[in-house]
């Protein structure tokens, strides 16, 4: 069971690299077909090459890249945070804080799921001009992204219970920050 579940947690990390791997690619095509095949098409007088697939890949990749990175982050405890006050805390208030912390960031990760939900479905029946691709699936991301928050800080709030906030160096935690992970 823990080894599916270690599975499961390492499909998010593992897809935001690849969508980043696949927009570094994507990009490269893209300034090089600009720059240079157009170059290429104007010299031999060759049709012109098209390219407009190039944006919209690029725009799916950083919107997946995007949600669920930051769900990541979150995970992770590696969001900006400024920890002065909540240091000097005594335990149970700290506790109380951070608690209330991940309550809110989970309240807009549901918020961002049922919202993206009701923009997928309206663009479900629009489609890209170059891919020909339903724009749900761009939207999407944001459900996805949405969820993946909920869950996040849900399992942030019982690590922190247990006495290892993500990202967060409590005094006298046995461990913080994302070597829990």
Known sequence: MMLAARWIAAVPPVFVTVLMLVAIADM???????????????VFNLPSIRFFWVEEIGELCLAWMSFVGAAIGIRRGVHFSVQMITDRLPAGARRAVLTAHYLLIAGFG????????????????????????????????????????????????????????????????????????
């Open 28 to 42: 490269l095509a893209g300034v090089f077909l600009r720059y240079v095949m157009t170059q290429v098409s104007a």
């Open 110 to 181: 549901a918020l961002l799921a049922i919202f993206g939900w009701q923009v997928a479905e309206l663009n479900s029946q629009s489609f890209s001009p170059a891919l020909n691709l339903n724009l749900r699936w761009l939207y999407l991301s944001s459900v996805v992204g949405g969820v993946l928050i909920v869950l996040y800080s849900a399992a942030s709030i019982a690590d922190g219970w247990r006495g290892r906030w993500p990202g967060v160096q409590v005094p006298g935690s046995p461990v913080s920050g994302s070597e829990a992970h």
